[in-house]
């Protein structure tokens, strides 16, 4: 059985953590299993880096800030390559992907940054649906204390109402798309743990 699982949520939500966690209960049970994220360690992912999340995540080319359409277009670069050359054949050999990210990243962040929804559907139209999508969902607060020390001080009122956006973008997100299946993330890490392999189970096994 190839099945394709993704993790979102905001900036320290716990997605690297469970993604881990998950990847080694389906090992422990044979599978053979992809840990993969977005933005990619390719050459694309290196550029998003360099353009879009350099400089307190300001995104300096020669000192201006890149359009958020710009940014949009390169994470869906990235993401092209990472379906065609890894998400898609991993899933047809049968093999577990797990992704730390994918297309509703883009949909819930560059549409906080004011960008058409509808038009980042379209955009991302290319990229396979997975067979579950977790969203790993907390408060902003928590999540900053999270990833405190992760970026400067005096950015953080500016990220915080981002990511406060971004949260409830998710959640709009996850009316619209049935993949998409809430965890509450301010749990301890086993017991989100749990509550994602108990989802997994009734949704990709069945049970
Ligand atoms: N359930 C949890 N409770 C408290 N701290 C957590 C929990 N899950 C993860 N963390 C810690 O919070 C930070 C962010 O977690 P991480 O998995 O890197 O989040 P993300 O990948 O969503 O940014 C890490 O230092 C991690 O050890
Ligand atoms: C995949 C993706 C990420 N992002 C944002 C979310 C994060 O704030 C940021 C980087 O992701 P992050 O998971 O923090 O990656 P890393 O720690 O490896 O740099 O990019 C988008 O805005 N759109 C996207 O399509």
Known sequence: MGAFIVMEGIDGAGKSTQARLLAEWFEEKGYEVVLTKEPTDTAFGKLI??????????????????????????????????VSKLIKPAVEAGKVVISDRYFYSSLAYQWARGLDLEWLIDLNRFAIRPDLVILLDL?????????????????????????KKVRENYLKLAERFPEMRIVNALASVEDIHNDIVALVE??????
Do not use: C, Y
């Not at 995540?57 to 359009?67: H, L, M, P, T, V």
């Not at 009734?202 to 049970?207: A, D, G, I, M, R």
């Open 202 to 207: 009734h949704e990709l096994f069945k049970k």
């Open 139 to 163: 408060p902003v607060k928590e999540s900053m204390k999270r990833i405190n020390g992760r970026s400067i001080k005096t950015e953080f009122d500016k990220i915080a109402e981002l990511q």
């Open 49 to 82: 880096r360099k353009l879009v999340l350099t400089g307190g995540r300001e995104g300096i080319i020669d000192g201006a800030r890149i359009s958020h359409e710009a940014e949009a277009l390169l994470f869906a670069a990235d993401r092209a390559e990472h």
